[in-house]
C-alpha cells in the first residue's frame, strides 16, 4: 500500500506544482481588475493583493467574495469570468492540498 501511495503522493504534487501557480496567477488577474477597474469592490475586501500589505482577514474576505459568488451579482461579464476561473482553481489546489497530506499519512502507515 505505501508503495502505491508514495506514487500518488508523488503525481498529487506535481499536479499541485502545476495548478498552485495557475490559482496565484488568476487570483492576481482578478485583484488587478477589481484594483483598477472595481475599486468599490476592492474597497470592501479590504484592498488586498497577493504579496504586499495583504493580512489574513483580506485573504479571508476575498476567499469569502470567491466561494459565495458574490461577483455574480455584478453583471460584469469579465469580472465574473476571472473570478470564477480564480473560484475554480481556489477549489482544485485545496483538493489537491488535502490528497497531498492523506498520501502522505498513506505512505508512512506501512513504512
Known sequence: MSNIAFTLFILDLLA?????PMYFR?????????KSE??????????????NNNSISNSIST???LVKQS???????KLI???SRARQLFY?????TIFLFIFINLSMIDA
Open 16 to 20: 499541485l506544482l502545476f495548478v498552485g
Open 26 to 34: 488568476a487570483l492576481g488577474k482578478l485583484l488587478a481588475y477589481l
Open 38 to 51: 472595481k475599486t468599490e469592490i476592492w474597497d470592501e475586501l479590504g484592498r488586498p493583493s497577493l504579496v
Open 63 to 65: 476567499i469569502k467574495y
Open 71 to 77: 461577483y455574480n451579482s455584478s453583471h460584469d461579464i
Open 81 to 83: 469570468n476571472l473570478a
Open 92 to 96: 482544485l489546489s485545496t483538493i489537491m
